[in-house]
């Protein structure tokens, strides 16, 4: 018995009217998914059961808007999103479906980008200066459209492109073809967001453009950008950002693995693994990690902010998601595992209009020039791929070689030994914790004791107290604005949290809010641990100068003196507090705080030398920039030793504890 055509089946695709879903994740295989279209609100309204309650498969096109689901802000659109609930799926031989498709290149009009080059370079700096300058983020994505008339067929147009991108894309995660009624989805996307698999649920944080040069990468090349500090800094923020998503869906925080190398057609990129493992619902676990920061920036919540400042339209479906729910016949626990790609290099063709969108991620050491690069290079990946620009010529052939010798297979780049090494040693500068597996058991020197961290939009949180577990705490979150005074009191130890923005701006209710919270503890003697934002506004109580730095430290690895202890630790700060060069200590009375909340009585009724306390200052030697401080029942730190950066994260975390409590 033979199976179904793959001529007969494309001939139907082209002719008919039914949506459809052309899928290749392998070599091998191409998945032809055919169902019906339904439109719904929320994550949570993805149709994963029938009327019968029985499982069923879903492809889920997830469009930018969702964010407003964690209270995000953006361009609402109102792009639907569209699940393809799947009634029936075929696997197909790769070879046979690609001699079927359409092959007759697609002719546009009018093509090119929305904004120009001038335009796009002006955007890079005005981010630069004016977001990562004032403490808004580390890094942001920034996107624009080549856009083109296309007068094809849709499903024509769409079956020829997924055939031009299986022949010539490589290296891709998934190829792609989603064709419902108004609206066409063909792309190569490098980049797996998130998936979860019997439990284990993955992230792959990809960052770092290479851009091959004419005739294509060479292991000198290659190895000139994996030295840029730019590169590996973009990548280290990302994998960052990335594992406070995991530590919110992971019960185990998420262990990494790699750098490895994702080698495409005209670009190279380099990328880590995240693993953990979590009992949620898949779309609860979509919903947690909605976006990638590869394709959006970080802070995530604040990123959202910057990028409907500078886009002036929607996004559409860029960088989101093609989330597949598929059942795995689990009787306890998740019933679907999930695979979902993040909608990048795709094409989107809608009442005959090309789309291509692409950004770059903009961080402290960005070029204006080398950012708008960057987008070309992103968009020749799609458009090359599918003949809408000429492709990459071929490496020149050597003209002394046999030409009837064999042609050996080129070798990935990762496996020339230089290569190899390069990427090894990035590790050398990060934190074993993030590296070793993890399960907090519950002992640890703090055990049986609370804390209370308190999120200042800033999702390292979720890192702190994976660490602050590991530790023996029994942590727990809670956003700034729902942080009751009995909650901040009753907890062990209250843990001030990071946030993006300026520790003076008053006009804040959430800088105002945090404030509170520090004082509060501060004037109760109750122990507290103050980090980065938090650690400038306990400088600011104490009555220490707060300053902008000239260079913001977004994502910056530094050796400080702490209390006396070397330290690697990862900054990302914008301001800093400041003391003169040389100072290690400090005098504060209670009475003559600079603060929100007033003394309590207990405290304002203490004799004046029982107000007096030391303050310990851990300060640049010659800047006089403070990294740390430590008094009577509290302690801070300006770096965030949560991150991968700190490579002496966890030992420094315990020793500011143990001072603070």
Known sequence: ????????????????????????????????????????????????????????????????????????????????????????????????????????????????????????????????????????????????????GVDADPREAALTWFRALLEHEKGAYWTFAVVTPGHVAVGASPEAHVSAR??????????????????????????????????????????DEELKMMSAVCSDGGRITGPHLKEMSRLTHTEYMLR???TLDPRDILRETMFAPTVTGSPMQNACTVIARYETTPRGYY?????????????????????????????????????????????????PYGE???????????????????????????????????????????????IAELLASRNDRLAPFWMNPQDPDGSGPFAGRTALVVDAED????????????????????????????????????????????????????????????????????PLLAVCLSHQILADQLGIDLAPLAQPHQGLQKSVDVFGEDASIGFYNTFTARVAPGTTE??????????????TDAVSNLPAGDRDIPVDVAADPVTGDVYALRGERFSSVQGHLESI?????????ERLIAAAL
């Open 1 to 148: 018995m033979t199976g179904p055509d793959p001529s007969s089946l494309i001939h139907d695709l082209l002719t008919g009217s039914a949506p459809f879903a052309l899928i290749a994740r392998d070599d091998a295989t191409v998945e032809l998914l055919t169902g019906t279209v339904v439109d719904v609100e929320l994550l949570a309204d993805i149709p994963l059961v029938d009327a019968d309650g029985l499982p069923r498969e879903v492809l889920a096109l997830v469009p930018f808007r969702q964010v407003r689901e964690r209270g995000f802000v953006c361009h609402d659109d109102g792009a639907p999103l569209r699940c393809l609930v799947i009634d029936k799926r075929m696997p197909l031989p790769r070879a046979e479906v690609l001699a079927s498709l359409p092959a007759t290149p697609v002719a546009l009009e009018g093509a090119g980008f929305d904004i120009g080059d001038e335009a796009y370079a002006d955007i890079v700096r005005r981010v630069i200066a004016d977001e990562i300058g004032r403490g808004e983020g580390a890094n942001f994505v920034i996107r624009r459209d080549f856009v083109a």
């Open 198 to 239: 019997d439990g284990i649920v993955t992230m792959n944080p990809i960052s770092g453009t290479f851009r091959h040069p004419q005739g294509g990468a060479t292991a000198e090349t290659l190895a000139e950008f994996l030295r840029s500090t730019k590169e590996t800094e973009e990548l280290f923020m990302v994998v």
């Open 276 to 278: 953990g493992r979590s």
């Open 319 to 367: 960088s989101g998601v093609a989330a597949l729910f598929t059942p795995n016949g689990a009787t306890e626990g998740p019933t679907h595992d999930l695979d979902a790609p993040i909608l990048i290099r795709t094409a989107y063709l809608v009442d005959g209009r090309l789309r291509v969108p692409v950004g770059a991620t903009l961080v402290r050491h960005s070029d």
């Open 372 to 418: 708008v690069g960057e987008t070309h290079g992103k968009a020749a990946g799609v458009l090359g791929a599918i003949g809408a620009i000429p492709r990459d010529a071929a490496p020149a052939a050597d003209p002394d070689a046999d030409p009837d010798a064999p042609v050996a297979p080129r070798r990935p780049l990762a496996e020339d030994p230089a």
């Open 459 to 526: 999702r390292f949180t979720t890192m702190l107290a994976h660490q602050l577990r590991h530790l023996g705490l029994d942590a727990r979150i809670v956003h700034w604005s729902e942080a009751t005074p009995a909650e901040v009191d009753a907890a062990d130890l209250v843990v001030a949290g990071p946030g993006p923005g300026d520790p003076r701006d008053d006009a804040s209710d959430r800088i105002s809010a945090m404030h509170h919270v520090v004082s509060r503890r501060l004037f109760r003697r109750a």
């Open 586 to 599: 400090r005098g504060i009375t209670f009475g003559s705080v600079t603060a929100v909340a007033e003394p």
């Open 645 to 653: 950066l700190s490579r002496d994260g966890m030992r420094t975390l």
